[in-house]
């Protein structure tokens, strides 16, 4: 029982840590909620931007690897 006090004192006192390091009056949660919404903004439009390379391709008759290194564009992205 001692070695969970002991571990919950410990998880306090870094919970407490690093809401100071977050700065007064910070929510992490709201921050993390919209980090989520911002990547998943970002997801959707990397996926439309990915259906509109893949209809220039068919259009060009050509792959979508030779429409990202036309303009330069990353294969991971």
Do not use: F, W
């Amino acid at each position: 029982m001692h070695d969970r006090e002991a571990r919950i004192s410990e998880l306090e006192a870094a919970v407490a840590e690093l809401q100071k390091e977050l700065g007064p009056g910070e929510d992490a949660q709201k921050i993390v909620s919209r980090h989520i919404k911002l990547l998943h903004r970002y997801n959707e439009a990397k996926d439309a931007a990915q259906i509109i390379i893949g209809k220039l391709a068919v259009h060009k008759q050509t792959t979508i690897r030779q429409i990202h290194d036309d303009y330069g564009l990353m294969h991971d992205d």
